[in-house]
């Protein structure tokens, strides 16, 4: 049961960046520049987003690994704008969860 929710969960992940970086990609622009961050940053983290996204995807347990905290390690980042930008939780809860779900990914990858 929890290697299906694992392997859900690792949907849910490349659908929601995929989602954010192609299809809403005029507001990621949007928010980069509210921020006062550059184009080069903005292009890093979304190419970064997307292939630590699909390394979930690997029969290799050490690419997951790699992937997982990847996209954590970016998550906490941007937690950690929204914190210095005194958005409300709202603007960040999206991040909040996809920590949560990379970790829970990486937990159960590392158990195994």
């Known amino acids: ?15 929601a960046v995929l989602f954010v970086w192609v299809v809403r990609y005029e507001n990621i622009k949007k928010e980069f520049k509210d ?3 550059p184009n080069w940053f903005r292009d890093l983290v979304g190419i970064l ?3 630590f996204s699909l390394m979930l995807h690997s029969n290799d347990s050490d690419v997951v690994i790699i992937g997982s905290l990847g996209i954590t390690i970016l998550m906490l980042g941007a937690v ?25 990914i990486l937990y159960n990858i590392v158990k195994s």
């Open 1 to 15: 049961m929890t290697l299906i929710l694992v392997e859900a969960l690792k949907i849910v992940v490349i659908a």
């Open 35 to 37: 921020y006062n961050l």
């Open 49 to 51: 987003k997307i292939s």
């Open 80 to 104: 950690g704008v929204h914190i210095k930008m005194k958005n409300s939780f709202r603007n960040y809860i999206a991040s909040v969860s996809m920590i949560s779900i990379c970790l829970f």
